[in-house]
């Protein structure tokens, strides 16, 4: 026994039915279209630890006729190929960052542009050493410590232990007793020793930035949002001393 909707009826649910599909084509090519054929952004909202800030991102674009890179450091075809500053620029360098970081980047690939390069094992002849050496004890601790000179390794790890400096800042600091002027270079003096590794083909764990860059030597690696944000945005409002700009001009921007 078939059933049969009345006509009536029928005729009453087929523009819902119209509706309902045309919606779900709808959908599906919104979400099936790619992420470049997407309208440049309005505003967006900064929620910066200073206030939140309503930046107007279509008025610099097209109203006053700003390219891209002269606020984005990415260059490419479109739209899609820029990321958001806060990626890179985090409102703190805490230990929420340095965890998480690795997952803001679509692509792995930007690894390089933080994290630059990698150093093989140092190139070190033994032989040739001997013949500038006075004695063994120019290099390795005099036999009040060690009887027979050893291998660094044997008690230098890695890591730092009690009353024992890990092994890259014994070695370094050794060797910087002769090669004074290398060391002077600082991190450019690296290669003079140590073989350098291209890191656009680098499928490793990245090193940590200290294991290089030492702290005490350098103010930041990378400036916060709130510095990236006010030494551009400020600079250029300053110099075209339009909008809000000055040290009493926050309230212009931030709001809570």
């Given at each position: ?61 097209n109203d006053y006729k700003i390219s891209c890179v002269k606020c984005h450091h990415e260059k490419g075809g479109d739209q899609a190929d820029y990321i958001a500053c806060g990626l890179c620029h985090p ?166």
């Amino acid at each position: 026994m078939k059933f049969h909707l009345p006509i009536a009826v029928r005729k009453k649910y087929l523009p819902i039915s119209i509706i309902v599909i045309l919606l779900m084509i709808v959908a599906l090519s919104g979400y099936l279209s790619s992420a470049g054929d997407r309208e440049t952004s309005v505003r967006i909202l900064i929620d910066d630890c200073g206030g939140k800030v309503v930046f107007s991102h279509l008025a610099h674009q097209n109203d006053y006729k700003i390219s891209c890179v002269k606020c984005h450091h990415e260059k490419g075809g479109d739209q899609a190929d820029y990321i958001a500053c806060g990626l890179c620029h985090p409102v703190a360098f805490d230990k929420n960052y340095i965890e998480k970081h690795k997952n803001y980047f679509p692509d792995k690939k930007t690894c390089v542009r933080c994290h630059h390069l990698e150093f093989f094992k140092a190139g070190f002849e033994h032989s040739e050493h001997e013949s500038y050496a006075s004695d063994c004890t120019d290099c390795h601790h005099g036999s009040d410590i060690e009887p027979e000179p050893q291998a660094c390794k044997s008690c230098h790890l890695k890591t730092e232990g009690e009353n024992i400096p890990n092994l890259q800042d014994a070695t370094h600091d050794c060797c910087m007793r002769c090669h004074e002027d290398i060391f002077e270079k600082g991190f450019k003096g690296c290669s003079d020793c140590h073989a350098e590794k291209d890191m656009n083909k680098f499928k490793g764990l990245y090193s940590s930035c200290l294991r290089c860059h030492q702290v005490k030597k350098i103010k930041k690696l990378m400036p916060t949002r709130t510095d990236a944000f006010h030494k551009q945005c400020l600079s250029c409002h300053k110099e075209l001393k339009k909008g809000p700009f000055g040290e009493n001009s926050c309230n212009k921007c931030h709001f809570k």
